[in-house]
């Protein structure tokens, strides 16, 4: 069975850290691309950030660039998101995803962290950043 289980999420101060990971089982992690995603509540779910599964190139929204750090150890079968400098507006239920074909690169006909593109999702952790 394909699973994707996240964890590390929390309730953390603003300026503060956490770091995600993603587990797979049931298949093996090195022959996807991996992204995060999140939504909060009442809002559209918003693309974080992806790795590939061949380079590990990556790609991130502008809205975490300089702050998050997507990578992956292919020997646990696990991919983290670590999360810098927190800010209350990243609160929301993060989630991973899997895609069999995926480019990190972006252009005006294609964006990496479009949702379709992505075969299997976990189930999420909330991330809660409040003083």
């Known amino acids: 069975q394909v699973q994707l289980v996240e964890s590390g999420g929390g309730l953390v101060q603003p300026g503060g850290s956490l770091r995600l990971s993603c587990a797979a089982s049931?298949?093996?992690?090195?022959?996807?691309?991996i992204g995060w995603f999140r939504q909060a509540p009442g809002k559209e779910r918003e693309g974080v950030s992806c790795?590939?599964?061949?380079?590990?190139?990556?790609y991130y929204a502008d809205s975490v660039k300089g702050r998050f750090t997507i990578s992956r150890d292919n020997a646990k079968n696990t991919v983290y998101l670590q999360m810098n400098s927190l800010k209350p507006e990243d609160t929301a239920v993060y989630y991973c995803?899997?895609?069999?074909?995926?480019?990190?690169?972006?252009?005006?006909?294609?964006?990496?962290?479009?949702?379709?593109?992505?075969?299997?999702w976990g189930q999420g952790t909330q991330v809660t950043v409040s003083s």
């Open positions: 995803a899997a895609a069999r074909r995926l480019q990190t690169y972006h252009s005006s006909s294609y964006y990496p962290l479009a949702p379709r593109l992505y075969d299997y």
């Open positions: 049931g298949f093996t992690l090195t022959n996807y691309a």
């Open positions: 790795i590939s599964r061949s380079d590990s190139s990556t």
